[in-house]
């Protein structure tokens, strides 16, 4: 297993259309996480996945934003009419029940 | 409510030299753990070193320890013997018990080393 992987690394989208982004955690990590960091700040949370429950959402996520995790595997994150102000790195992160908390690379989204 | 504060934006270091990157937190949960991630360019979160809320000793991991003040909530982080592969962003992180999996993160430091 090679770590945390997100596709696709950067995206350019113009205001008002959707982009999907998608993470594959370590395979055997049943904890998938999704961050959001923007420029010159830490990640901060977005929602959190135990298998395929979506058990915490940040306040974060608006109603233009939707997380699943359909088979407790890969998950993904769906951004609907976007704006200037989504664009920011997003970050995927999994852990298992004993730890391991492990981030991918993320996915730099740019809203032009 | 939780809060993580890095009051370094940015920070140089000769190479070969140590150098301490300040954290403070707020937290009234008793248990939690305290983190430190360097985020190169790249943009990957790379775990460096954990310290809970209960232990003793101050964390350490090769060139990298925690100097862990509870009565000050303090968690800096000390890297030895700089390299010029250490020159990235630092985020100092925690996970309060209560929050979950929830992870708060600072607002990072930029840490250039000095040939």
């Known amino acids: 297993d090679t770590g945390v992987s997100q596709d696709p690394r950067h995206k350019i989208t113009k205001r008002g259309q959707n982009v999907t982004f998608r993470c594959d955690p370590i395979s055997e990590h049943n904890r998938l996480y999704w961050y959001r960091q923007t420029l010159g700040q830490g990640p901060e949370f977005l929602t959190y996945f135990q298998n395929e429950a979506q058990l915490e959402k940040s306040r974060l996520l608006s109603d233009r934003f939707s997380a699943e995790r359909p088979k407790g595997s890969f998950s993904t994150l769906e951004i609907q009419r976007t704006e200037q102000g989504d664009s920011a790195m997003y970050l995927c992160?999994?852990?298992?029940?004993?730890?391991?908390?492990?981030f991918g690379s993320g996915t730099r989204l740019t809203v032009v | 409510a939780q809060k993580i504060t890095q009051t370094q934006p940015g920070m140089f270091v000769q190479e070969k030299e140590a150098v301490t990157l300040d954290c403070t937190y707020d937290?009234?949960?008793?248990?939690?753990?305290l983190f430190w991630y360097k985020q190169p360019s790249s943009g990957e979160m790379i775990f460096l070193i954990y310290q809970g809320s209960y232990d003793q000793q101050n964390a350490t991991e090769g060139r990298y320890s925690l100097n862990f003040q509870k009565a000050r909530k303090s968690a800096n982080l000390v890297i030895s013997a700089s390299q010029l592969g250490d020159s990235a962003m630092y985020f100092c992180?925690?996970?309060?018990?209560?929050?979950?999996?929830?992870?708060?993160f600072g607002t990072g430091t930029s840490l250039t080393v000095i040939p």
């Open positions: 992160a999994s852990s298992s029940t004993k730890g391991g908390y492990t």
């Open positions: 992180a925690m996970s309060p018990r209560e929050a979950g999996n929830q992870f708060y």
């Open positions: 937290t009234s949960d008793p248990s939690y753990g």
